[in-house]
């Protein structure tokens, strides 16, 4: 079993391009159904080995049905059955199963959540909270101008390099999930936060030992090695509770907002779909429902009979 494991991550890895996150979802979830259809002895810690071809879609449907009596969420759930539905197609492709069982479970009914975004004068106060008097501050305004300017995923702006950025022409080049390039403009405000950061990168830079700088990196932590999702993570928690005291935003959040205020001011969602890397346009189509709020909002003050 874990060879069969082994050799289905190395195909979402390579023949895929699925990001190291959710290559590590899919390992956890087919791990956890796997020591469910064959639990560890506790008195070799050993684990028997799961009959691939027995398992049918009734045994999946089990599985969800103690996730679910679990407490899980539904799109814990989901994912779980996406990922089960993903490994089976992988072993009928390679003849190892003749069907896949996991297309006969359906997939748990989602509640659909409105993106949490934030109001123009919100995001402008919460972009201007960090201390510009402090390197890491300048640091900081740089990334929440940069997130808040192009869209980009919090991921994306992790793996940046000084290579990626055009500043003449304001573009950067990001790279998206499964590697997909795409080119997002900037504005000057972002332009001008980066060149400050740029000013005292150098120091940053110089915290790391020589034998571990990368000097390519755009964004440096305090000890002068690349920063990581988690931290700027962290850093918008920190600047949440300086600003707003909203502790429902995130990191996603401005990209959301993003993408509200350009539909919003008229940009096209087809538009919007290519800055924000979206594979399909489904998945941009969640922000109309954002918009149409204010357009209710806007038609109910308006109109002379709403």
Not at 26 to 39: G, I, K, R, W
Not at 126 to 148: C, H, N, Q, S, W
Not at 219 to 225: D, S, V
Request: hydrophobic content about 40%; overall charge positive; proline content about 4%.
């Amino acid at each position: 079993m874990e060879q069969l494991l082994t050799q289905f991550l190395e195909h979402l890895r390579y023949e895929r391009n699925l990001s190291e996150h959710t290559l590590r979802n899919y390992a956890s979830d087919l791990e956890q159904f796997f020591s469910y259809l064959a639990p560890c002895d506790p008195r070799t810690v050993k684990r028997s080995e799961p009959d691939i071809a027995a398992i049918d879609h009734i045994t999946i449907r089990e599985w969800l049905a103690t996730l679910h009596s679990a407490e899980k969420k539904k799109t814990s759930i989901a994912r779980k059955l996406a990922a089960l539905r993903t490994f089976f197609q992988f072993l009928v492709r390679e003849g190892i199963v003749e069907l896949n069982p996991a297309k006969l479970v359906s997939t748990p009914r989602l509640e659909k959540k409105l993106p949490v975004h934030l109001s123009i004068e919100e995001a402008v106060a919460f972009i201007e909270t960090p201390d510009v008097a402090t390197d890491l501050g300048k640091r900081d305004r740089a990334m929440l101008e940069l997130m808040y300017a192009t869209g980009v995923r919090v991921a994306e702006l992790t793996k940046l390099d000084l290579g990626h950025i055009d500043f003449r022409n304001r573009l950067i080049r990001v790279t998206g999930k499964r590697r997909k390039e795409r080119i997002v403009p900037f504005g000057e405000p972002a332009l001008e936060a980066l060149r400050v950061y740029l000013d005292v990168r150098d120091g940053l830079l110089n915290a790391a030992p020589v034998s571990e700088r990368e000097p390519e990196v755009l964004f440096l932590n305090y000890q002068g090695t690349r920063i990581t999702t988690r931290s700027v993570g962290r850093m918008v928690e920190k600047y949440i509770r300086i600003c707003a005291g909203r502790y429902d935003i995130s990191p996603h959040a401005l990209r959301h907002s993003f993408a509200t205020h350009l539909l919003d001011s008229g940009a096209d969602l087809r538009d919007i779909q290519e800055l924000l890397g979206h594979a399909r346009l489904s998945t941009t189509q969640i922000y109309t429902h954002v918009s149409m709020e204010k357009l209710i909002a806007v038609y109910d003050k308006a109109h002379p009979k709403a």
